[in-house]
């Protein structure tokens, strides 16, 4: 499903200029979870950024679901990560203006669904929060607004879930809830979830750990030996 051959990245200009992916290789199979663990600035979330088409790497090549993303101008990337990529962020990224219900249905709007609301309401129901369709973040708990952020990412049936520090901002219960509502609705669906934690405990219930340490892929597990950075 993923594939990320030599891939390097790096951010910034002159003396800012930092290499944060230092020749990644990576392959994800279909229907796998991976967690992706290290310490803070190894190259996490940039990595997962840039499996989801947010970041461009400077060389290398990702191809997620067939498709190679560095042939896809922005549009075209923005199309392809609207129909087969869903994103949880560990602020939610809310729009502050907009009901549960609106923030669920704008990428279903942008996608040209016709019945983006009444899929909407669907996939808030499926999340818990079928009696809070009306009210806005401010008026939601952190899980519930993780809730809405997690309905969001999954209207679109995306084949690929990536997540950036899922529970990052939610207390120990809340969080526990969370991630076992993401991992049903992930296997419900059959698709493949990438997610960045400093959990180990949250690590150790998917499939793969990764550990990246400067930009690197630190260890890799015995039973993956197809993995190389």
Request: include cysteine.
């Amino acid at each position: 499903m993923i594939e990320l051959d030599d891939v390097h990245l790096s951010l910034g200009r002159g003396a800012a200029h930092v290499y944060i992916l230092k020749g990644i290789t990576l392959h994800i199979g279909r229907g796998e979870t991976i967690g992706l663990v290290g310490p803070s600035g190894s190259g996490k979330s940039t990595l997962l950024m840039a499996i989801a088409g947010l970041e461009r790497p400077d060389r290398g090549k990702i191809t997620v679901d067939g498709t190679d993303l560095s042939r896809l101008d922005e549009d075209a990337l923005a199309r392809f990560r609207g129909a087969r990529i869903g994103i949880v962020f560990q602020s939610f990224h809310l729009i502050p203006t907009m009901t549960a219900l609106e923030n669920v249905a704008i990428p279903l709007e942008f996608a040209g669904v016709k019945d983006a609301f009444e899929r909407a309401a669907a996939e808030l129901e499926s999340v818990g929060l079928g009696t809070r369709l009306t009210h806005y973040p401010a008026q939601l708990s952190g899980g519930e607004q993780q809730r809405v952020a997690l309905a969001r990412a999954l209207a679109p049936s995306p084949a690929i879930l990536v997540a950036d520090e899922p529970t990052g901002n939610l207390d120990e219960a809340t969080g526990e809830s969370i991630v076992d509502l993401m991992f049903a609705l992930k296997r419900r669906r059959d698709a493949t979830l990438v997610l960045v934690t400093h959990d180990l405990g949250l690590a150790a219930k998917c499939d793969r750990t990764i550990k990246l340490r400067s930009g690197q892929i630190e260890a890799l597990p015995q039973s993956a030996p197809e993995l190389t950075a």
